[in-house]
């Protein structure tokens, strides 16, 4: 253990540095983003909890029922029928792209291309 | 020592098993329920056919303006833009009688033929040439015979419009909506984004919900729309009435569109 010493410290200013980020963001608090919620509408196709975790995997499947088995309306588990489409069913109650979807994908900082194609609902500029 | 890898191996195996019992529990526990579990039907009102098939007579139906006004409603509803130049997307477009059947050119063609123009499109063909090419499956035939296009999964590599024999397809080499008024498109429908190629989709999202075709309805009368296996179908009817040919036979697709001269 000739370099014993050395080694150990560059270790420590090694893990000081890579562990930085978490250093600076200790203490302080997180906000989940205000997301505005449909004013026209009460419940959505699948309960809250279930849609905010994995409403992803929810519109994944709704594009191969819709558009590979051509099956376009869905009957949810407490048996509501809903026309499955991104742009006509869930942009109909959320009708601000900006004050709903972004809020939480900017916050996550996650950009999904759905917006390439459908086309989200007007807004007020 | 032993002692505890005894212990811990009975734990594994217990919650192993646990693990397994999970979800017969949980499918158990939900199917008592008084909840169903969330699933997708076909709307009620939609229409089905075991093969849907086109008739047009260009006997009506054969200038640039009738087939432009077609044209103009497909690509209305359908966000389809317009781009000057070679450029341009194209779901419904016209050709002249030697465009439209290469192979059966005559060369003194009756001045009236000569004159005519063609309505063209995605002939939803039996066997098409660009299924079988796709590499991701973003071209696929449908149970009832329409070739339809998962934008989702195209990847560009335009394999597709190698293969089609007929021109069929468009590949957007720009963000259409650069050519779209983003303020008169169709917001019942998306648009699509560049890198991806496009064609007609015999308007599977009317007749998901029970509409004839846009350029059919257009049409009056000078297009038929039904189902090719059945005998009592109106497609068939015109048929069994007419002469009709189809592009390109050679090619072996077996086109879904036929043309009465
Ligand atoms: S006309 Fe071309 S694009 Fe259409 S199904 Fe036939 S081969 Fe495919
Ligand atoms: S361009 Fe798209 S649709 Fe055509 S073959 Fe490639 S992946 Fe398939």
Redesign the pocket.
């Known amino acids: 253990m000739q370099y014993g010493g050395k080694i150990i410290a560059g270790l420590v200013i090694f893990l000081g540095l890579v562990s930085l980020p978490f250093w600076f963001n200790m203490g302080g608090t997180y906000e989940q983003p205000k997301v505005e919620l449909p004013k026209n509408a009460k419940e959505c196709v699948a309960p809250k909890e279930e849609m905010r975790t994995s409403h992803m995997q929810l519109l994944d499947e709704w594009r191969d029922m819709a558009l590979r088995e051509g099956k376009r309306t869905y009957i949810s588990a407490n048996g509501k029928e809903y026309t499955i489409s991104l742009q006509n069913t869930c942009m109909e109650c959320h009708t601000s792209k900006e004050q709903f979807c972004d809020k939480c994908h900017t916050d996550a900082g996650v950009t999904p291309y759905c917006w390439d194609c459908h086309v989200p609902p007007k807004e007020a500029k | 020592m032993k002692q505890s890898r005894r212990n811990f191996l009975k734990f594994a195996g217990l919650s192993a098993a646990g693990l397994c019992l999970a979800p017969t529990a949980a499918a158990l526990a939900s199917g008592g329920g008084g909840h169903g579990k969330a699933h997708a039907v076909v709307n009620a009102n939609s229409k089905h056919a075991k093969r849907w098939a086109m008739v047009i007579d260009t006997r009506k139906l054969n200038t640039d303006e009738a087939i432009n006004a077609l044209a103009e409603v497909c690509h209305h509803i359908h966000n389809v833009p317009t781009i000057p130049g070679k450029q341009d997307i194209k779901w419904l477009w016209e050709g002249t009688y030697s465009e439209t059947f290469p192979n059966q050119t005559n060369n003194f063609p009756s001045e009236e033929l000569e004159k005519r123009k063609f309505p063209l499109l995605c002939n939803h063909c039996e066997t098409p040439s ?1 299924v079988r ?7 696929f035939k449908r149970a009832d015979g329409i070739v339809a ?1 998962d934008y989702h ?9 190698a ?1 089609c024999p007929f021109g069929a ?1 468009s ?1 957007n080499f720009m963000d259409p909506r650069l050519h779209l008024d983003m303020e008169k498109i169709n917001v019942k429908f998306p648009t699509r984004m560049r890198g ?2 496009e064609k007609c989709n015999f308007c599977v999202e009317r007749l998901a919900v029970g509409e004839m075709p846009a350029c059919v309805e257009k049409s009056s009368g000078a297009m038929t729309f039904g189902d090719l296996q059945d005998p009592d179908s109106n497609v068939r009817k015109v048929l069994r009435e007419n002469f009709t040919i189809r592009r390109n036979p050679a090619a072996g697709t077996e086109p879904g569109v036929y043309y009465i001269i």
């Open positions: 660009c090419v796709c590499p991701t499956k973003a071209t296009m999964r195209c990847i560009g590599c335009r394999y597709c419009m293969a397809r590949f991806v190629v």
